[in-house]
């Protein structure tokens, strides 16, 4: 379910950075991505009691939207029951079931961390790069839908050049470009998550405590 970039509601934390933007072709992407998803969870769930939870939102039926599904259904191929994922392409979360979605995903688990992915539209020179951060997203924006903002923490990747048509641009957009971006948002979150659970570990083993996930 796409939305636009202008949407991306994000926290203010004037000590750190709180949004990183890379390429799919950068060296160092599904790093750079994975260490900034290890700081925010640890941030963002000190005391190591929410479930985090990944939601990726979007539908197989339109090649640019598909980012949300393919990152979902990567994840549970890569990693099997790493965290709780809603929308992958055998079951995708877009605008007809979203709000039904998040609930069912509130009445799961108490005070769940939501990972919200979304593909979106942007400028020619912005096309191919991954956005992530502390703040919300406001699916549908992109194509003037009105849904509720999701997540506390966001990935999101431009697939195609946003302004007009939108929705034939989102038809056009070549699947070997989203699959890539898919692949390298999948593998930041895994290597994130679980780097985020180690330091947890390391902190209880001894016995400085710290911050969870």
């Known amino acids: 379910m796409l939305f636009s970039q ?3 509601k994000t ?11 890379v390429f799919i072709h950068d060296q160092h992407a599904v790093q750079d991505l994975a260490d900034m998803l290890a700081k925010l969870l640890q941030e963002l769930n000190p005391s190591s009691n929410r479930q985090t ?4 939102v979007g539908t197989d039926r339109s090649t640019g939207d598909s980012l949300g599904p393919l990152v979902g259904t990567r994840v549970k191929e890569l990693a099997p029951g790493l965290l709780p994922i809603y929308g992958t392409l055998e079951e995708p979360v877009h605008a007809v079931n979203l709000k ?16 919200a992915v979304d593909a979106c539209l942007g400028q020619l020179q912005s096309v191919g790069s991954i956005n992530m951060g502390r703040g919300s997203l406001q699916p549908g924006t992109g194509v003037n839908k009105v849904l509720p903002p999701v997540g506390e923490i966001f990935f999101s990747g431009v697939v195609n050049i946003g302004g007009y048509l939108e929705y034939l641009v989102l038809q056009n957009t070549r699947l070997s470009h989203v699959m890539k971006m898919a692949d390298c948002i999948a593998r930041a979150l895994i290597a994130g998550y679980i780097l985020a659970r180690n330091r947890i570990e390391n902190h209880e083993k001894t016995g400085e405590g710290g911050p969870g996930c």
Do not use: G, T
Not at 11 to 21: C, G, I, T, Y
Not at 100 to 115: A, C, G, N, R, T
């Open 100 to 115: 039904e979605k998040v609930q069912e995903i509130k009445d799961s688990f108490s005070h769940p961390l939501i990972i």
């Open 11 to 21: 926290a203010p934390m004037p000590l750190m950075r709180q949004e990183l933007r």
């Open 53 to 56: 939870v990944l939601l990726a």
């Open 6 to 8: 202008k949407f991306i």
